[in-house]
């Protein structure tokens, strides 16, 4: 069983609206959770990373939130844009010394005008 | 600052050939990773190099293999091609090695690499 898992697995909002991504992990102990986005074709750029500590971190609209205790996390998107289209990739970061990273298969967005 | 480059970005092989996949990681980086992904299966960590030794490895047989050369840049060998080894192979570097917390890592474009 995968230790990241990210749901819904695809969505489609209109442009302007909010929307929420899940993000649930087993991994443990856990060092921080990465959030990234990754267009179509190209490499996943870094979007937030929080240690086990921090429980909300933006980057313009993107906020992700971390509740620790449940092994949760999610990433809102505020006001979509056309650009927002793209995966978001959850990563959770084992605290086992080597800090090994546990994906998820990632939330597909699919912003339409 | 130059971002991480991967080469070449697009690669058509035949099974059972081998080949060799190219990162220069960002100017002053000294960890440079490996991940390969699949629609199926996601980002799968394959292995990482600081300072020309590999730190970590995924779960991958041995026909994948890598190395780092003391300016940072890294190379990725697969052996031996097979149909599955079809993938977008990315690169990431970090200042430092993802032992530490928090680190970091930018990726490259990737490598999409075809099996036939």
């Known amino acids: 069983k995968n230790q990241v898992e990210q749901s819904p697995q695809s969505l489609i909002i209109l442009e302007g609206k909010n929307c929420t991504l899940q993000c649930n992990y087993t991994v443990s102990p856990f060092s921080n959770l990465r959030w990234y986005k990754q267009d179509t074709g190209r490499g996943p750029v870094s979007l937030t990373i929080m240690t086990f500590s921090e429980n909300t971190k933006s980057n313009g609209r993107y906020t992700a939130t971390l509740d620790a205790d449940t092994k949760q996390s999610s990433l809102h998107i505020t006001a979509s844009q056309l650009s927002d289209s793209a995966s978001y990739i959850c990563?959770?970061?084992?605290?086992?010394?080597?800090?090994?990273?546990?994906f998820g298969k990632g939330n597909q967005v699919v912003v339409i005008p | 600052k130059a971002g991480v480059t991967q080469t070449p970005r697009y690669l058509i092989k035949t099974r059972g050939q081998q080949v060799t996949l190219s990162c220069s990681p960002i100017s002053g980086h000294r960890s440079v990773s490996w991940y390969q992904q699949t629609p199926g299966q996601g980002l799968q960590f394959l292995f990482e190099y600081f300072s020309e030794t590999q730190r970590n490895k995924g779960n991958f047989p041995g026909r994948f293999s890598g190395r780092q050369f003391s300016n940072s840049r890294s190379e990725m060998n697969v052996s031996t091609l097979e149909l599955g080894d079809s993938a977008l192979y990315l690169c990431a570097s970090s200042w430092r090695s993802s032992e530490h917390m928090n680190t970091e890592a930018f990726f490259g474009q990737g490598t999409r690499l075809t099996v036939v």
């Open positions: 990563v959770v970061s084992e605290n086992q010394g080597n800090n090994r990273l546990a």
